[in-house]
């Protein structure tokens, strides 16, 4: 909910997911320190899309599910037997989310889908999650913060899961693996199903730290002719 050039973080986000077709809800999975407040932006947003925000019961770092626990958090709660589209709220990018759907559709009825994206440096990768790919863009390899990486394309948290591929959440963290960081569930998956990586064009944010948001909220800024800021 932290603002970009006044507009709230996820009101971007939510503007691409909307935008495509195939989607018939939006869930918003957050704690219960900020559901009154997520609640209270979802119910200002004007576009047709429902948007269903989801309290996961937890407060503090200490206790919270992770991004992967609060994926089943949700099968749990009714998705269970859908396609999902999985968006971490602190991304953003260029692309339009209906041209990754397209992408997904033309593999067929069994793989599963990420979005990747060349940051074209092999130092740069270390920090994020490295992939490889064959000529039918299905992914061979993932490896998370490599320390010898042999790829320049990351993969993003922006994922397509068939509907029994993300049923196997429920076996990946049976096996006790980590709850948090999605990209982690994608390498347990990718080595048991297919997954195919979408290179998407334009431009991506990672917002991880305040330097980032500064970097997002100026650019978004540019974009709307406000003037920049030295600190957020």
Known sequence: LLPLAGRPMLGYLYEKIAAVPDVDEVHVVTNSRFAGDFRLWGEGVADPVPIVIHDDGTMWNEDRLGAIGDIRFLLERGLRGEELLVVAGDNLFDFELGEFVAFWRKKGDYGSAVCVHDVGDLELIR????????????ITSLVEKPEEPRSTLAGIAVYLFRAEHAELVDEYLSEGNSTDQPGRFVVWLYQRVPIYGYRFPGEWLDIGDRDQLLDADNRMRAREGLPLRTEY
């Open 127 to 138: 920090q994020y999650s490295m992939v490889e790919l064959d000529d039918e863009d299905q």
